[in-house]
């Protein structure tokens, strides 16, 4: 069981749909791609460990694990990626540009229900990121 994340590259941003056992679960936005650069771009495509994590800022979250020559890649809400992604994953419920959506704390709120008691249970969950 894994989720799956299938995006579609643009300049302004990165869309994508995120899957979870082969169903849709909800949207996503990205910065666009820009060789992996911190703090600019999106992640490469892959296959990541994901972990439950808390911080003052955002709460509880989801964090990306061993991303190379990046670290603190998190999933969390926010509904503009170039205004406020730093090369994390928000989830969205509707797409409206390129890095842009509407209503991220409603579908972080479905991701959070699907996933985190899996994760507290123990469960090893992998994000895998692939092109559309």
Not at 12 to 25: A, C, H, S, V, Y
Not at 39 to 45: A, D, H, K, Q
Not at 94 to 108: H, L, M, Q, V, Y
Request: glycine fraction near 8%; charged fraction near 30%; include cysteine.
């Amino acid at each position: 069981m894994n989720l799956v994340l299938r995006r579609i590259y643009f300049t302004e941003g990165t869309n994508g749909i995120l899957f979870f056992n082969g169903q849709e679960l909800c949207k996503t936005i990205e910065l666009p791609w820009k060789e992996n650069q911190r703090r600019v771009s999106c992640v490469p495509e892959g296959k990541y460990k994901i972990r439950k994590r808390f911080s003052k800022k955002f709460g509880w979250h989801l964090e990306l694990m061993n991303v190379k020559n990046r670290d603190l890649i998190l999933i969390h809400p926010t509904n503009d990626a170039l205004k406020e992604l730093n090369g994390c994953i928000a989830p969205v419920s509707e797409i409206t540009g390129e890095g842009k959506g509407k209503n991220s704390r409603i579908a972080f709120e479905k991701l959070k229900k699907e996933v985190f008691p899996l994760l507290e249970s123990g469960f090893v969950l992998y994000l895998i990121i692939k092109k559309a």
